[in-house]
């Protein structure tokens, strides 16, 4: 096999942000993406092992002066740009433009950053002996996508192409998902094509994606691969419709299995809790109406708030329970149910009461997600001390 030796040239299609572009927060983000990034050696299909210039690189050596001076003024009330090696020389640090940048553009730069960072992160050798064309295929998509990503943005000026980001990002982390299974020894999902994608290209618009990873949200009926924290492993997830109910069917859709594994029902405007099983590859929200839309994302107990000896609402609910043995008073002025879901994921039910209820419960020392289900107004405390005689 003969291979080119040397680096490509760029062309016309190289992916380059436009100088017309405004120069953002999320921009810096990009460039200290890459600075944080470990460097690795990276092949470029059809070139040879090298370091090559990427696009976020050419990002950061744009943006690098500005960043260096911006930390320096943050340290030195003192004008500091003249000392920045490669900016021209200012009396004074000029007026701030970010406010200029469209939040819609600091929100997709910081997810491709995420996502760069992201592939960055994956070990892969394409002339490794134990990798498959298709293993190379998969990860090239996924390359691919995030050039695409910053192609987009380069090009879009003030127009919103955020979808389109996103749906690039969404592409890419699919092929990574598939390529994980197929080095895994786990069965590989199946892409999905919608009507659009079979007949030309792809209406990003009705892309489930977003600018954060296990968020999915739509409108409508709509199906896709699901990415979860620990593959192979069970997830949680959290389901919410603005109206009417909608059905959460849980697929798995492999080259040796087709079929539904779970439904979960989802009440209108209600938050709905879920465990979805090691063997789903996909999940499909199908509301009752074409309008109704829709969110589902993976719960991190991290990000949630910490159920103390006092909470309080007026609806469902979903707090980080730290463990630890004690008895609380449970009220609320409609049915009310309280469900833990400990670290293995099963479901324990701690309480389920009919209609206005006031009632001591045990929580337990295990700790867990803890779900509060209920239409009403509802509140815990501490149980009083039985007082000695």
Not at 12 to 30: E, R, V
Not at 102 to 122: C, H, I, K, Q
Not at 212 to 230: C, Q
């Amino acid at each position: 096999m003969v291979r080119q030796t040397g680096r490509r040239e760029a062309t016309a299609h190289t992916p380059t942000l436009q100088a017309t572009t405004p120069t953002s927060t999320h921009d810096h983000q990009f460039a200290l993406a890459v600075i944080a990034a470990p460097r690795k050696r990276v092949l470029r299909y059809n070139d040879e092992v090298n370091e090559p210039q990427s696009e976020l690189e050419r990002i950061v050596a744009r943006l690098l002066p500005e960043i260096v001076a911006e930390q320096l003024a943050a340290l030195n009330p003192q004008p500091v740009w003249d000392a920045v090696p490669g900016r021209p020389a200012i009396t004074a640090k000029p007026a701030a433009h970010h406010d200029r940048v469209p939040d819609w553009y600091r929100e997709a730069g910081a997810a491709a950053a995420e996502y760069a960072s992201e592939l960055t992160g994956v070990e892969f050798d394409p002339e490794a002996r134990e990798v498959t064309s298709e293993m190379r295929h998969f990860h090239r998509t996924a390359v691919d996508a995030r050039d695409q990503a910053m192609q987009i943005l380069g090009d879009a000026g003030r127009r919103d192409k955020s979808k389109d980001v996103y749906a690039a990002i969404g592409r890419g982390r699919e092929a990574l998902i598939r390529l994980g299974a197929l080095r895994a020894g786990r069965p590989v999902p199946l892409r999905l094509f919608t009507p659009d994608e079979l007949t030309g290209a792809p209406d990003t618009s009705q892309s489930p994606h977003t600018g954060r990873r296990f968020h999915w949200k739509g409108t409508g009926s709509s199906e896709f691969l699901f990415d979860r924290p620990h593959p192979g492993e069970p997830a949680l997830v959290a389901v919410t419709n603005s109206r009417a109910g909608m059905e959460l069917r849980h697929m798995r859709r492999t080259e040796d299995t087709i079929a539904q594994l779970a439904l979960n029902f989802v009440g209108a405007e209600q938050l709905q809790v879920v465990v979805v099983g090691t063997s789903v590859t996909h999940l499909k929200c199908d509301p009752m109406f074409r309008d109704v839309s829709w969110t589902v994302h993976v719960i991190d107990p991290r990000r949630l708030p910490a159920l103390t000896d006092k909470a309080s609402g007026s609806k469902s609910a979903i707090y980080r329970y730290d463990g630890g043995r004690r008895k609380v008073v449970l009220q609320s002025l409609a049915d009310i149910t309280a469900t833990l879901y400990p670290p293995d994921l099963k479901p324990q039910e701690l309480a389920s009461f009919r209609g206005e209820t006031r009632a001591t419960i045990d929580l337990p020392a295990s700790p867990g997600v803890l779900k509060i289900t209920t239409t009403d107004r509802w509140s815990i405390d501490p149980a009083p001390k039985d007082r000695k005689r």
